[in-house]
């Protein structure tokens, strides 16, 4: 076959180029979702996953006052309220759970999942061939920012500051045990890139603000961050208040027990527990609505309960240390029964 003249040839490769580029990517028309009552890295996530595929940044919850302000800061505006998914190409990012996806969820077209949790015992299913990426970091945000470097896409200022806070939220500023080297290694990188000396003091700004509870009421502080798990087929329910100022929120303790008690019976919940994190100091105040919570919990922290409360020193980590060590008692009581 002869070649084409050197004069057509790169006409027909500028006529290629031209075709390739007029094609929309691959994710132009996808909705990037994180869960339920979304975190930080959720909401960091849905908005940097979009950016790298071009696609929609998108939550299924109000933001809590860390996300807004990290937002305000890095000039980067909300990610859009969704509730219908219907004729929606959707992907999932940081979760992977039926329970913790909003409603109808599934009936969009489930496109991709990118996480840092546990496949549990109610993954989301499809009947197609989608990419999954699910690496052991500290943060889902992590998991993007290196997809932007290992691929050679540029991160601006304002995308790696945006990065570098989801991922100091995620990990409590690397002290949280799901921490890993690769969470400092581009939490470093990303430093560098948005110009931050001062990582310490970036991350108590954002827990600063996130520590501000005073005008939520008992059950917006409750809901704030409570995520749904199915254990030996039951629904737990597990919420999470992170906080500088521990002592504010647990001054309203019998506000929150009520709100629980309320939560547990609209939620059909067969479990609730919610854990008031102190940052500072990385120790839990968990506290107990009911007697079966409250059975479950000596068996697995060995600690004793006064007034419906809990104190779990070192113990921070839904995801790392509170479900896997709940799962654990919890199946060794059924064996025994």
Same mark, same amino acid.
């Given at each position: 076959?002869?070649?084409?003249?050197?004069?057509?040839?790169?006409?027909?490769?500028?006529?290629?180029?031209?075709?390739?580029?007029?094609?929309?990517?691959?994710?132009?028309?996808?909705?990037?979702?994180?869960?339920?009552?979304?975190?930080?890295?959720?909401?960091?996530?849905?908005?940097?996953?979009?950016?790298?595929?071009?696609?929609?940044?998108?939550?299924?919850?109000?933001?809590?006052?860390?996300?807004?302000?990290?937002?305000?800061?890095?000039?980067?505006?909300?990610?859009?309220?969704?509730?219908?998914?219907?004729?929606?190409?959707?992907?999932?990012?940081?979760?992977?759970?039926?329970?913790?996806?909003?409603?109808?969820?599934?009936?969009?077209?489930?496109?991709?999942?990118?996480?840092?949790?546990?496949?549990?015992?109610?993954?989301?299913?499809?009947?197609?061939?989608?990419?999954?990426?699910?690496?052991?970091?500290?943060?889902?945000?992590?998991?993007?920012?290196?997809?932007? +470097?290992? @691929? %050679?896409?540029?991160?601006?200022?304002?995308?790696? =500051? *945006?990065?570098?806070?989801? #991922? !100091? $939220?995620?990990?409590?500023?690397?002290?949280?045990?799901?921490?890993?080297?690769?969470?400092?290694?581009?939490?470093?990188?990303?430093?560098?890139?948005?110009?931050?000396?001062?990582?310490?003091?970036?991350?108590?700004?954002?827990?600063?603000?996130?520590?501000?509870?005073?005008?939520?009421?008992?059950?917006?502080?409750?809901?704030?961050?409570?995520?749904?798990?199915? +254990?030996? @087929? %039951?629904?737990?329910?597990?919420?999470?208040?992170? =906080? *500088?100022?521990?002592?504010? #929120? !647990? $001054?309203?303790?019998?506000?929150?027990?009520?709100?629980?008690?309320?939560?547990?019976?609209?939620?059909?919940?067969?479990?609730?527990?919610?854990?008031?994190?102190?940052?500072?100091?990385?120790?839990?105040?968990?506290?107990?609505?009911?007697?079966?919570?409250?059975?479950?919990?000596?068996?697995?922290?060995?600690?004793?309960?006064?007034?419906?409360?809990?104190?779990?020193?070192?113990?921070?980590?839904?995801?790392?240390?509170?479900?896997?060590? *709940?799962?654990?008692?919890?199946?060794?009581?059924?064996?025994?029964?």
């Amino acid at each position: 076959m002869k070649s084409l003249p050197f004069d057509l040839h790169g006409l027909v490769l500028i006529v290629l180029g031209l075709i390739i580029s007029a094609v929309p990517p691959l994710h132009a028309e996808t909705y990037f979702i994180g869960h339920l009552n979304p975190d930080t890295d959720s909401i960091v996530a849905a908005i940097s996953a979009a950016a790298y595929y071009q696609g929609i940044p998108a939550r299924t919850g109000k933001m809590n006052k860390e996300s807004q302000y990290l937002l305000k800061k890095t000039h980067y505006s909300a990610p859009m309220l969704i509730e219908d998914f219907s004729n929606k190409d959707v992907a999932a990012v940081d979760f992977n759970q039926r329970t913790q996806a909003p409603p109808k969820f599934q009936e969009g077209n489930l496109v991709e999942i990118i996480d840092h949790h546990a496949l549990g015992v109610a993954p989301l299913t499809v009947d197609h061939p989608i990419a999954i990426t699910i690496r052991p970091w500290g943060s889902t945000s992590t998991i993007i920012a290196d997809m932007f +470097i290992q @691929n %050679r896409k540029p991160i601006d200022a304002p995308l790696a =500051t *945006l990065l570098l806070g989801g #991922i !100091l $939220a995620d990990t409590l500023e690397f002290r949280s045990p799901t921490t890993t080297i690769r969470d400092h290694e581009v939490a470093t990188y990303l430093q560098t890139t948005a110009g931050i000396d001062d990582v310490h003091g970036f991350a108590i700004e954002l827990f600063t603000a996130k520590s501000d509870v005073e005008d939520l009421t008992a059950a917006e502080i409750l809901t704030t961050d409570v995520k749904v798990f199915t +254990i030996n @087929n %039951r629904r737990l329910g597990f919420g999470v208040a992170e =906080t *500088l100022s521990a002592e504010t #929120i !647990l $001054a309203r303790r019998d506000q929150i027990l009520k709100a629980m008690a309320d939560y547990k019976q609209e939620e059909n919940l067969d479990l609730l527990y919610f854990c008031v994190i102190d940052m500072l100091y990385l120790n839990s105040t968990m506290l107990l609505v009911g007697n079966e919570e409250k059975a479950l919990a000596e068996k697995t922290f060995k600690s004793e309960i006064a007034d419906g409360i809990m104190f779990l020193p070192g113990i921070v980590s839904r995801k790392e240390q509170f479900i896997p060590m *709940l799962t654990k008692a919890s199946e060794e009581s059924d064996r025994k029964e």
